[in-house]
């Protein structure tokens, strides 16, 4: 993997991505190839297009609705993890929306978006900020 410009740790096990984005789209591009591979490398490659769509979303959400710093954390345990953070007071709301958001409205996609493609999402709120976390499988879901 080439160094991105945004700051990047790779913990011992290559299962484990840690990233520290400015508030630059363009940190994008770096992260988009390692959540890609690091899906590829966890059985996920079908996926993959799917994964960074969704970690894309979560960043532009947490870029433009919450405060630096904006951490990306992936880990693979027999699914795949990732939580991106922010400083930020949070959404106004913790629920994740389970139907699109009207066709008048601006905003609200991007969260539903997620959760169309992750098997789970949750989203958590603390003193230290925002926390978006999805979880990925290779197999479907129970119920799917």
Not at 9 to 33: C, F, I, K, M, Y
Not at 89 to 101: F, K, W, Y
Not at 113 to 127: G, Y
Request: charge should be negative.
């Amino acid at each position: 993997m080439t160094a991105p410009s945004h700051a990047r740790e790779w913990a011992e096990s290559a299962a484990t991505l840690r990233v520290t984005l400015s508030q630059d789209p363009e940190d994008l591009a770096a992260l988009r190839g390692d959540v890609a591979e690091l899906a590829s490398e966890h059985g996920l490659g079908d996926r993959s297009a799917d994964v960074v769509l969704a970690v894309e979303e979560l960043v532009a959400n947490a870029q433009e609705h919450g405060s630096p710093p904006v951490v990306v954390t992936a880990w693979a345990d027999g699914r795949l993890v990732i939580e991106v953070s922010d400083g930020g007071s949070g959404l106004a709301r913790l629920d994740v929306p389970n139907r699109p958001p009207r066709a008048d409205k601006d905003h609200g996609r991007g969260l539903w978006i997620v959760s169309q493609l992750a098997d789970h999402v949750d989203v958590r709120r603390s003193a230290d900020g925002t926390t978006v976390r999805i979880e990925l499988s290779s197999e479907p879901p129970i119920g799917a």
